[in-house]
């Protein structure tokens, strides 16, 4: 079956720590997204990819960092200098370029950091 | 400011009703898109339906539908016939813009739908 995996489902880390999340996917899609959800808050855009070996900052990409070797990988770095980094992370990607294409997105890390 | 403002927090619907979820939007740019995304408690986001801005028609799939109001900027949703499995968190999201790349989506802060049997 076809789908996004983000491993692990809960994250626990020591404040000062970077701690890397995983996201993979096999919908061979082109773009890939994470996103940061706080509780009862809507979805905010950290990085975006397009391709391979390239990406770009999203709304609130302060304190984190992104790689894309791979098309089918896309893992997020949440750094120390992120202030805040507790919460709720959803990768999801999507078929390509055109406006319709919906974003699929994977079951979420929940990220605690103390 | 706000691009995306869905102004219920939580909704209280008995089973079967019929039900409409509030979005209204913001933005300059004549070619956009709006989306609708569930969330139940495992935490996933699952896609429900699709509006372009140029779509004449309003977008339907299955149970759902969207009322889109171009010149009010809403999109509200509407679910008919509601089932205890609707229960989650609703969220609007729009992406603007036409051949930008990647879709950036903005998301709305959701609305919590409970169905009562």
């Known amino acids: 079956d076809g789908g996004i995996t983000q491993s692990p489902k809960y994250l626990f880390r020591k404040e000062g720590q970077n701690v890397t999340l995983s996201c993979e996917q096999n919908l061979n899609h082109d773009a890939m997204y994470w996103y940061r959800q706080d509780p009862g808050q809507g979805l905010r855009l950290i990085y975006y990819?397009?391709?391979?070996?390239?990406?770009q900052k999203g709304d609130i990409a302060e304190g984190y960092s992104v790689s894309r070797e791979k098309k089918e990988s896309f893992p997020l770095t949440v750094t120390s200098a992120q202030k805040n980094p507790t919460a709720f992370y959803l990768c999801a990607s999507s078929m390509g370029l055109a406006e319709s294409y919906e974003q699929y997105f994977g079951p979420g890390t929940r990220l605690t950091v103390t | 400011a706000q691009k995306i403002t869905q102004t219920q927090p939580g909704m209280f619907v008995q089973e079967k009703e019929a039900v409409t979820l509030d979005c209204t939007y913001d933005?300059?740019?004549?070619?956009?898109?709006l989306f609708w995304y569930k969330q139940p408690s495992s935490g996933e986001m699952i896609f429900l339906i699709y509006?372009?801005?140029?779509d004449e028609q309003n977008a339907t799939e299955g149970r759902y539908s969207l009322n889109f109001q171009k010149a009010r900027k809403s999109a509200n949703l509407v679910i008919s016939a509601s089932q205890l499995g609707d229960s989650a968190m609703y969220f609007c999201?729009?992406?603007?813009?036409w051949g930008q790349g990647a879709q950036k989506l903005v998301f709305g802060q959701g609305t919590r739908l409970t169905i009562n049997p």
């Open positions: 990819s397009q391709i391979v070996n390239d990406f």
């Open positions: 509006q372009g801005s140029y």
């Open positions: 999201a729009m992406r603007e813009g």
């Open positions: 933005t300059s740019d004549q070619s956009y898109g």
